[in-house]
């Protein structure tokens, strides 16, 4: 008997939960459940995150969760309960499967069958956000290579244990060279170790088109955070089943499953609300602990229902559905179709035995780091590129020199263009001359130097060549 935690959530969660658990309980998968309560009431007892000790107990104890989706209080002060859950358990991948149900879902997509995963813990996600300047205000993008590794592999490796042919990675590499760089650079390096699967990569902007275009051409997707936030957003509206997806949220010892809807407080309590995408959020969970047999009975079970045209509210349409059902009658009739397959949908098969080959990350021998220069972000008021250029030449030392001026990353000294807006935040970079080995001491030098000259330095960024490669961006223009 395998022991699970659950959370009933807020507003159509308990309704849809139980309907969802009435299902696992029919199907005669053998599951004990631990209740957990978080959210709204947890919040609203002045928790922040939401979850309390005892829930995180229960969680890491039992390795799975199923929630229902929870209410975030209006007004400040509230984490996002999911970012807190996705970051402190490591739940590093978003899987999130998109497909078709024509003509029982409305869809001008028909052919649409594709899974987003989708990076979970880096990227903008990380929120560091700072104001630095009267102005401008940033907001750090995190990359790493054991996160690149960890979701690459990942999705090679669930493409090959559910029999998928391709892997596509989105990113935006011809902009982002350091970042969107490493994650491309990351994807062919392990793509390149499953030769069976075929892989191509597309820049996000017009991958997105043609997703929203012609979604077919896709199978699996891996991204980035924020790409992926958005296109299994896009995958999921499109396949006209926002109300009915489900989606995991794997981690290398806990994963978390949901539906990709909210809880829908305009709808609760009136018994109405459908019950599919937490159930489809438990049919990935059953995959996920081993129990593809009852995962693949309860799947055709509710196909059947679908194209039996027995509907909830949101899905009900005249001359296609049959039946409008509340969400206890619509569980009801899932039920009735355990054991049987659907006739018009292609009926589920699911391999049992699901085996992938997930390495904890490893940590890389080091490699060779030069300190090359250094960026000094400087807070200036003025708007003429040239005399900044010239205060900040006053703090050059004799084998490091300021080499350019950038605003907002375009170059404007030296010789910028009198028509290139600039704020009052500037880029100023210091490079070592050639053969000269810089240290941080030169940093420290520069900065004092900064500091006499009454120049407000708000922030440094160090330069390095890592193996003899250069490891950061050039100025735009430069
Ligand atoms: P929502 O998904 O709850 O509702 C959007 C619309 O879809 C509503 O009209 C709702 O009635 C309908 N709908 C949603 N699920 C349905 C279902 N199963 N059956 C029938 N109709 C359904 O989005 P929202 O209104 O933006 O958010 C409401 C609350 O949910 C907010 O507090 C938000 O923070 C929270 N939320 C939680 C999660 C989560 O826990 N994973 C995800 C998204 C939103």
Redesign the pocket.
């Known amino acids: 008997m395998k022991r699970i935690t659950i959370a009933k959530?807020?507003?159509?969660?308990p309704e849809?939960m139980d309907a969802t658990l009435s299902i696992l309980k029919a199907s005669g998968v053998a599951l004990e459940y631990d209740e957990i309560e978080i959210?709204?009431k947890a919040y609203l007892s002045g928790n922040t995150t939401g979850i309390p000790a005892e829930a995180w107990d229960s969680i890491r104890k039992n390795k799975v969760l199923l929630?229902?989706?929870?209410?975030?209080?209006?007004g400040g002060g509230y984490k996002?309960?999911?970012v807190t859950m996705r970051k402190t358990l490591g739940l590093y991948a978003n899987v999130r499967p998109c497909k078709s149900l024509p003509p029982y879902v409305d869809t001008k997509h028909p052919e649409l069958d594709l899974v987003v995963i989708r990076e979970n813990e880096e990227d903008l996600y990380a929120g560091i956000e700072h104001q630095q300047t009267d102005e401008v205000v940033q907001c750090l993008k995190l990359i790493s290579r054991p996160g690149c590794e960890k979701i690459v592999r990942y999705a090679f490796e669930y493409a090959k244990a559910y029999g998928h042919k391709k892997v596509t990675c989105f990113s935006k590499d011809n902009i982002m060279k350091q970042t969107d760089g490493l994650f491309h650079q990351v994807f062919d390096e392990i793509a390149a170790e499953y030769p069976e699967i075929e892989k191509e990569h597309w820049i996000i902007d017009i991958a997105t088109a043609k997703l929203a275009d012609t979604p077919e051409h896709f199978d699996v997707i891996v991204t980035l955070n924020l790409y992926g936030d958005i296109i299994s957003d896009v995958a999921a509206q499109i396949a006209g089943s926002?109300?009915?997806a489900g989606s995991s949220n794997i981690g290398e010892t806990v994963a978390m499953f949901?539906?990709?809807?909210?809880?829908?407080?305009?709808?609760a309590g009136k018994k109405?609300?459908?019950?599919?995408?937490?159930l489809q959020g438990a049919i990935l969970m059953l995959k996920h602990i081993g129990e593809s047999e009852a995962a693949e009975k309860i799947q055709n079970a509710w196909l059947k229902t679908i194209e039996e045209g027995i509907h909830?509210?949101?899905i009900y349409e005249d001359g296609v559905s049959v039946k409008k059902v509340n969400?206890s009658e619509f569980a009801e009739a899932v039920v009735a179709n355990l054991g049987q397959k659907p006739t018009k949908f292609k009926a589920a098969s699911y391999p049992r035995d699901i085996k992938m080959n997930l390495p904890k990350a490893v940590r890389k021998p080091l490699r060779k780091k030069d300190l090359v220069g250094v960026d000094l972000f400087v807070h200036w008021s003025g708007t003429d590129a040239n005399k900044i250029g010239a205060l900040l030449e006053k703090l050059n030392l004799e084998n490091v020199k300021l080499q350019m001026i950038t605003n907002r990353g375009v170059k404007v000294w030296p010789n910028g263009f009198k028509e290139t807006f600039c704020t009052d935040h500037w880029r100023c970079r210091w490079y070592a001359d050639e053969g000269f080995t810089m240290t941080n001491k030169d940093i420290n030098t520069l900065m004092q130097n900064a500091i006499d000259q009454n120049i407000d330095v708000i922030k440094t960024e160090n330069l390095y060549n890592f193996d003899g490669q250069k490891a950061f961006s050039l100025g735009q223009g430069q």
Do not use: R
């Not at 109405?272 to 937490?278: E, R």
């Open positions: 959530g807020d507003g159509i969660g849809i959210g709204e929630k229902a989706p929870i209410t975030t209080p209006q996002s309960l999911n926002v109300g009915l949901e539906a990709i809807h909210g809880s829908a407080p305009d709808i109405i609300a459908n019950p599919s995408g937490l909830t509210g949101d969400t």
